[in-house]
């Protein structure tokens, strides 16, 4: 046994040595044989033949000296590796001998492999990118059952207190509470800030701890001591991440703190948070003694996040959050009413932000690998068309002996050196177009987890890309290169590889594929920049460019109260009424329905078992006063606003008064309740007659409202389930004199300038307050609507560049294989020249060949992008039908550009002289 | 009848067993090696180049024989293959297995 572990380990080492000194063996094993038949000579001779009689019996005794190398070859150590550096020597001779083909080749593959790979980079980024704590698969998030859009909602003292005591799920389990809309007001100039409280168990949940300084102490967390822990982002910004920053004060939100360290750089829990401060639990209120009715309501609210223990599965942990609901739910014990809890293993909202950066993913890398395959199809008909050329060198070497599995093998490896030179030109472009597209596409409001860039993953994913475009563009010539049949070689005089029309045929089909998958993107592309066009070229119905629409993002704890947010617009209203670019300000705010003195209009008739103080909630409770019900739901979903506004509201707004009057002194909180429609809503409401001075009820709260006018339309694009279409809104207004602002919403109708008023707008902010933080990004609305309609633009776009490389594949690929067939006939053309055949019977031939593969592959495509239309019909950008029109024009194109490639072929063809065709030896 | 006898094919691992018995009494070149085994069977067994070399490298790979270049008395290069230690041990194991398989292939063709 030893005996043969060494001699294992020899023939190994042998074996290594010999690829080492490849050349050495090789010439090694020809000498030997060399030698031999030498040796054979020579005892002939001295038998007493003569030495050339000699010499040729010797050859013959020992045959086929290649194929006895080969077979010899075969015995040697380590023989695949032995071929596989063989067969990379010889491919690299070849792709040297070419360097055009080898060029161009890598070129397509490369693009090809660089577009599927950016879209995967961001698609993983987007799906896949684990979040940077330990273990993230174990830790969970636990909220309401009722909210399953995001990953925390908030519970109550309550339910925190029974998840502490009850559960076993859990290694840990902390509260948190985020707060994005802190203030930093020192040092230096005010500005937002998103601040988490944690409890003292976070750090260890989390698995982090400070880059610099330390957490807060047992004593800092029990009383809530003012101390604060600082990103690593604001600590470079704000301290010039300076060592003193440690020990440094701050205040954020009006509370003085003291920094004690600064997380790692990338730190950020919860999402948008840039500081960490220790909370004040709530405590469950005390409700042994006071009668259910008069429970306090428990408005402290937390965030609950907890990491299973190791062994507890998901669905345990979840079985057992649900009983904790139900026991809570079923004692009373929990200010909620029905508590009921669920446990979430993402412990993020998947951001939204992302899909509109990337809508229809897949689409996207659907069309990105169709472009692939397009690529892989050119360069496997240049490789073809090679094959065919290299039939004789086959040829030869199969009637020397050389197995077929070996020669694919052989050409594979050749198809796998492109292939692998492609997937690094790919990769390194991808890595390139990543970092453009992140420059160029916002990336306001991403997690702060979001990295693009290329990944383990999406390297994997290049790798895989690589090898199947490798078997896409190398499979076929291989098998055709070595399809070679010596009988039909020895019967065809001297002619190797004369039967051509194997590889000619699998060309074409390739083309046809080709030329159906481009047709297909051109249609996709071409309706999604139509859509893109509908929506962006609309008329709004209003000067959009010229309205800022903003809205008062002021600082949670001095501005808790909603009329102080109020009283702040109205001042800024004031401040920029004096400044010279800005024309008119408004005020607008959601509808709530909850009146600023409803005692004033009491309620003729109270709907049973609804109390005033319920809240409206949009698209509900909405009828004409003639009828006693809401209206049907079907009318729900075009209603899409109802708003109190300032008086100015429809001057600044800039949409025309149609009839009737808007809103005025006249109408006070005693006076008549009065509404304005918009027009699309007085269509909606009453078909038939005028609107005007018919009575509306609004919710549940009684009181009739009159309407008084009617109001120009505003046009949005609405993405639905129908496709994207432009429709008018219909709106309903308020006067703010009879309900009450509930939100800082404002308005400002600016002259010239947009910039200026924004400066203006900032000036203003600051006067009203010196210790806000400015304003955030403002936008005209028409600024903002382009934003909307980003996603779809980058999408068209896209998509259309990729239509068009693919359509220039086809074009080339088309244009190959029709010059291809047309050189392969050149003789049958000559003859038919040579008959008679005029130069436009021979261009008419030729061009009808390649109309064949043209007219195959659209049909097909036309399939395809059908197929794929009535797909993206299922998303929310999609187009309405199939255009009948864009398939037409674009079918129309296709044909006249791929006539192009035909033609010039076509005529090449017919220009020859008999003669020269028929001494073309093909 | 003579050439009949002459192509007689060798055995599967009949040809490892006449190597190594061979190289067992000197080292040798292939061509000494098909000489010395074409002679000692009277020309019954002619080894054919496109085995006896392939076989060689078999051999030589699973470590039983070992090569090296050497210059014959006449003054040409010739590699030479030599037994190893591991190969003397296989050549004594073949014997004593070709025995037995050759004395059941008679027995079998000696009965009635």
Excluded at chain 1, 271 to 299: K, M, Q, Y
Excluded at chain 1, 808 to 813: A, D, E, K
Excluded at chain 1, 882 to 903: D, I, K, P, R, W
Aim: contains cysteine; proline residues 4%; glycine residues 8%.
């Amino acid at each position: 046994v030893r005996g043969q572990l060494i001699a294992r380990f020899k023939r190994w080492v042998r074996g290594i040595r010999a690829i080492i000194r490849q050349t050495d063996v090789e010439g090694d094993v020809s000498r030997e044989m060399k030698t031999h038949i030498e040796l054979e000579q020579a005892a002939l001779i001295r038998a007493g033949v003569s030495a050339d009689e000699a010499r040729r019996r010797a050859a013959v005794a020992f045959g086929g000296l290649t194929r006895f190398q080969q077979e010899a070859r075969e015995q040697r150590p380590l023989r695949w590796i032995d071929d596989f550096v063989h067969d990379v020597r010889y491919g690299l001779r070849q792709l040297r001998r070419s360097p055009g083909l080898t060029t161009a080749a890598i070129a397509t593959v490369g693009l090809g492999i660089a577009a599927v790979t950016t879209v995967f980079s961001i698609v993983n980024t987007a799906s896949f990118k684990p979040l940077p704590y330990r273990e993230v698969d174990r830790l969970v998030a636990i909220g309401d059952d009722g909210m399953p859009y995001i990953a925390f909602s908030e519970l109550s003292a309550d339910e925190v207190v029974a998840l502490r005591r009850r559960s076993h799920s859990f290694e840990r389990l902390s509260v948190f509470h985020e707060d994005r809309g802190a203030t930093l007001t020192r040092p230096g100039a005010p500005r937002a800030l998103g601040i988490t409280a944690i409890d003292s168990g976070m750090f260890a949940l989390l698995a982090v701890k400070p880059a610099r300084g330390r957490v807060p102490s047992v004593d800092e967390f029990r009383d809530a001591k003012p101390v604060v822990l600082i990103s690593d982002s604001l600590w470079r910004s704000r301290f010039g991440a300076s060592e003193s920053a440690v020990g440094a004060h701050v205040t954020i939100s009006g509370v003085d703190r003291t920094i004690i360290g600064v997380m790692p750089e990338g730190f950020r829990f919860y999402e948008r948070s840039d500081a960490w401060i220790p909370l004040v639990e709530a405590v469950p209120p005390d409700r042994s003694n006071a009668p259910p009715s008069t429970r306090e309501v428990d408005e402290a609210r937390q965030s609950v996040i907890a990491r299973r223990a190791p062994g507890v599965s998901m669905s345990e942990a979840r079985a057992e959050v649900a009983q904790i609901g139900r026991t809570l739910g079923a004692l009373g014990a929990s200010s909620r009413g029905r508590p009921r809890l669920a446990v979430r293993d993402q412990i993020v909202d998947r951001p939204t932000s992302l899909s509109r950066l990337l809508p229809l993913s897949s689409l996207f890398l659907a069309a990105t690998f169709a472009l692939l395959v397009i690529a892989c199809v050119n360069v496997a008909n240049l490789l073809l068309a090679r094959a065919v050329n290299r039939r004789g060198e086959v040829t030869l070497r199969v009637a020397l002996g050389a197995a077929r599995g070996r020669l694919i093998r052989q050409l594979l490896t050749e198809s796998a050196m492109l292939g692998l030179a492609a997937g690094i030109l790919g990769v390194v472009l991808a890595g390139a177009s990543v970092k453009l597209l992140i420059t160029h596409v916002p990336t306001y409001g991403f997690p702060s987890w979001v990295r693009f860039g290329i990944d383990w993953r999406v390297l994997g994913f290049a790798l895989f890309i690589m090898l199947v475009a490798v078997v896409g563009f190398g499979l076929a010539p291989a098998l055709e290169a070595t399809r070679v049949d010596l009988m039909a070689v020895v019967t065809a005089s001297g002619h190797p590889g004369i039967t051509a029309a194997p590889a000619i045929r699998s060309g074409r089909r390739l083309v046809v594929v080709q030329v159906a998958l481009s047709f297909a993107l051109f249609v996709v592309a071409t309706q999604l920049v139509q859509t893109y066009r509908h929506v962006v070229g609309i008329d709004a119905g209003y000067q959009s460019a010229r309205v800022i629409h903003s809205y008062a993002y002021l600082d949670h704890t001095k501005y808790a109260d909603p009329q102080k947010r109020v009283d702040f617009v109205r001042k800024l209203a004031r401040e920029l009424a004096k400044d010279p670019s800005v024309e008119a300000v408004a005020m607008r705010s959601w509808f709530r329905g909850d009146f600023a003195n409803p005692d004033e209009h009491p309620a003729p008739s109270r709907v049973a078992g609804r109390n005033r103080g319920d809240r409206l909630k949009d698209r509900e409770l909405f009828g004409p006063n003639d009828t006693t019900t809401a209206l049907d739901q079907s009318f729900a979903p075009n209603l899409s606003s109802h708003f109190v506004v300032s008086d100015g509201y429809f001057r600044v707004i800039g949409v025309p008064t149609v009839s009737g009057r808007t809103f005025d002194a006249s109408d006070t909180r005693r006076s008549q309740r009065v509404a304005v429609l918009s027009a699309a809503l007085g269509r909606r409401l009453w078909p038939t007659a005028s609107p005007l001075g018919k009575s509306l009820r609004i919710g549940v709260d009684g009181a009739p409202f009159i309407v008084i006018g009617i109001v120009g339309d505003i046009r949005k694009a609405i993405s639905d389930r129908n496709g994207t279409h432009v429709d008018d809104v219909a709106e309903l207004f308020v006067s703010e004199r009879q309900a009450s602002f509930t939100d800082g919403e404002y308005l400002v109708r600016i002259k010239t300038d947009a910039e200026q008023a924004k400066a203006a707008i900032a000036l203003a902010w600051m006067a009203v307050d010196p210790e806000a933080a400015p304003p955030p990004l403002l936008r005209t609305n028409a600024e903002e609507d382009g934003l909307l309609a980003l996603g779809l633009r980058v999408l068209g776009l896209a998509l259309a560049i990729i239509a068009l490389i693919s359509l220039v594949l086809s074009m080339i690929g088309i244009y190959g294989v029709v010059s291809y067939t047309a050189a392969r006939r050149t003789r049958e053309i000559g003859i038919r020249i040579a008959l008679g055949a005029t130069a436009r019977d021979i261009r008419r031939m030729i061009a009808r060949d390649g109309t064949r593969l043209i007219l195959a592959g659209l049909s097909v495509g036309f399939v395809v992008a059908i197929g794929i239309s009535k797909l993206m019909g299922r998303f929310a950008w999609s187009v309405s039908a199939v255009q009948l029109a864009t398939y037409l024009s674009a079918s129309g194109a296709f044909c006249a550009v791929a006539l192009v490639a035909c033609y010039l072929p076509a005529r090449r063809a017919s220009q020859m002289r008999p003669r020269d065709a028929l001494l073309t030896d093909l | 009848m003579e050439r009949m006898r002459a192509r007689a094919d060798l055995l599967q691992g009949s040809l490892d067993l006449l190597i190594l018995k061979s190289l067992a009494l000197a080292p040798m070149h292939g061509w000494g090696i098909s000489k010395h085994i074409a002679q000692l069977s009277s020309d019954v067994l002619q080894v054919n180049q496109g085995s006896l070399y392939p076989a060689l490298y078999r051999l030589e790979d699973r470590g039983w024989i070992k090569s090296g270049w050497d210059r014959s008395p006449e003054g040409r290069d010739v590699k030479v293959y030599q037994l190893t230690a591991l190969g003397r041990r296989q050549f004594e194991e073949g014997k004593v297995q070709w025995r037995l398989f050759s004395g059941a292939v008679n027995d079998v063709l000696k009965a009635t």
